[in-house]
């Protein structure tokens, strides 16, 4: 391999919108499986299903453990300091922890799986143990080797295996759901597409070159692998605990299987509208962040944190007001009124992960800058403060309970590690645009509410939401919460395809915003 060329910023726009693109397919294929496997089995086993998925994935994270991270850090990291030598050793050391990490969490999942099961499980436990230890290794490889891809940019290993398992599980739910099957073909059929990406993926980055070597690693590089991996694998540990994980353990063993799916159901949707609005800048944030950190060093680093969070800041409150407003209409309309309890549930959790959007950008920098510890500090503390919100919530409360304690945690979360990030590195955040991004979402907000209010059908408050993105996007601009230079990161990718956005590159042009007006 030879020495990466600079990045330009047309292509990280074409990454991300690669990554965009993927996520949005794979999104509404799985909404519309998701939605046939709800109508099938009903709220009870629904309710099961959901938390095997929620379960499997948990145990993903732990199987990868920080694996993943460090490897998009280190690949890129290396590839933008010219030492394209060290790249393929790295990959191997970390692939062989990878596989030890995968079968050690299968393991353990095997000894503890009676205390996991879902509520009223019939099924018996050997064909629960052995539907999660599958999945759990299958997707754990799949993510490691999309990772490494992405440490050497090649964004469409993740795209080109997403949007085509996506369109095998539809077909496959879309068949169970026509031969009206029950809730184990549903968690086979979880089995066998789980074991397509990982197929799929190997095949892919074999396909572009990227493979591991046997060499022995650097013993200077390995005492840095060493230490960021210590701390990345008590963050990733941390993470697995505090996503969901003490809300949606209470709820299975408290209350109802059905509240695990109402529940389930709102969370889906939180996370497949967030990654449907930051997929892109999330895969390329942390291998342009490692790869400038390489180059330029921390400067580089604060310089892409103060952008990337009046991104995320902007698609957090696109998300937060279309959620809030189409919340009724969504869930009516895929998952039926079986599910009406989902609506308010959703309501909450969506407005609070918008707000708390821009948490991964925090903490990519944190990892970029080889500040793990703080990293992993800051996070045991929010994940015990939110064990300690489910554990005072959710007993006494259920449904509702296990939400406020989402949203509350999301919400202090974000403060919090925004503050360490300040203290860490001295990052200065961009406080006059984000307020007047707040201002730009305040008026357009109000202005949907009332509509919204004077006209309350589900199908005006679908209008309302889509008026209220425009609204903000008009109020934003005017109110001067963007820059000059992303103007022009944007003209450089819309002159680059003026087939398709060379509406866009002059109308940028006639607001005097360009290369140009430097």
């Not at 997707?139 to 080797?145: A, E, H, I, M």
């Not at 026509?178 to 074991?195: D, E, K, N, R």
């Not at 509350?408 to 919090?416: C, D, E, K, N």
């Not at 679908?462 to 000059?484: D, K, P, R």
């Amino acid at each position: 391999m030879s020495k990466v060329a600079p990045t330009r910023q047309g292509t990280i726009i074409g990454a991300a919108l690669l990554i965009t693109g993927s996520t949005y397919i794979a999104f509404t294929l799985g909404l519309v499986a998701n939605a046939l496997a709800a109508r099938t089995l009903g709220p009870d086993d629904f309710g099961r299903y959901a938390y095997v998925v929620w379960l499997s994935g948990v145990l993903v994270i732990i199987a990868n453990n920080g694996l993943t991270t460090t490897a998009i850090r280190f690949i890129s990291e290396l590839r933008g300091a010219g030492r394209a030598g060290d790249v393929g050793a790295v990959h191997g050391w970390l692939w062989k922890r990878q596989l030890a990490s995968s079968l050690a969490t299968v393991a353990a999942m095997g000894l503890g799986a009676a205390l996991l099961t879902p509520s009223d499980w019939q099924a018996g436990l050997v064909v629960f143990a052995v539907v999660v230890a599958i999945t759990v290794f299958a997707k754990s490889v799949y993510l490691f080797d999309v990772s490494a891809a992405k440490g050497h940019r090649e964004f469409g290993v993740e795209a080109s295996s997403t949007v085509a398992l996506s369109v095998l599980n539809i077909a496959v739910v879309a068949a169970l759901y026509w031969l009206h099957a029950g809730l184990l073909p549903f968690l086979w059929a979880f089995v066998a597409v789980s074991i397509g990406y990982a197929v799929v993926a190997r095949w892919l980055v074999r396909r572009r070159g990227i493979t591991a070597s046997g060499e022995a690693v650097d013993p200077a590089l390995r005492a840095r692998l060493g230490q960021h991996l210590f701390w990345t694998i008590i963050l990733c540990l941390i993470a697995a605990f505090g996503n969901r994980a003490a809300e949606t353990y209470l709820l299975n063993h408290l209350w109802t299987a059905a509240d695990v799916g109402y529940f389930a159901i709102a969370a889906a949707l939180c996370r497949g509208g967030a990654e449907m609005l930051t997929s892109g800048l999330n895969s390329v944030l942390m291998p342009l962040m490692a790869q400038g950190y390489g180059e330029d060093g921390v400067g580089r680093v604060r310089e892409m944190l103060a952008a990337s969070v009046r991104y995320f800041t902007f698609a957090g409150l696109v998300l937060a007001g279309i959620g809030a407003f189409w919340a009724e209409g969504l869930i009516t309309l895929i998952y039926g009124a079986k599910y009406q309890a989902a609506i308010p549930v959703f309501q909450v959790m969506v407005v609070a992960t918008g707000l708390g959007l821009s948490l991964g950008a925090f903490g990519a920098v944190l990892s970029t800058t080889d500040n793990q510890r703080v990293r992993a500090t800051s996070a045991g503390i929010l994940v015990a403060l939110g064990a300690g919100l489910a554990l005072a919530l959710v007993p006494k409360f259920g449904l509702m309970g296990a939400t406020a304690s989402v949203a509350i945690g999301s919400v202090l979360s974000l403060a919090v590690v925004a503050r360490i990030v300040n203290r860490t590195i001295g990052a200065r955040l961009p406080w006059k645009e984000l307020t007047r991004q707040a201002l730009a979402a305040t008026l357009a907000a109000g202005v949907a509410a009332a509509v919204a209010f004077a006209w309350p059908h589900m199908l005006v408050k679908f209008a309302v939401g889509a008026g209220y993105v425009l609204l903000l996007t008009a109020a934003s601009i005017s109110f001067g919460a963007w820059t000059a230079n992303d103007a022009r990161l944007i003209l450089e990718f819309a002159r680059r395809r003026p087939k398709q956005l060379g509406w866009l590159a002059r109308w940028i042009e006639g607001r005097g915003t360009g290369p140009q007006s430097r």
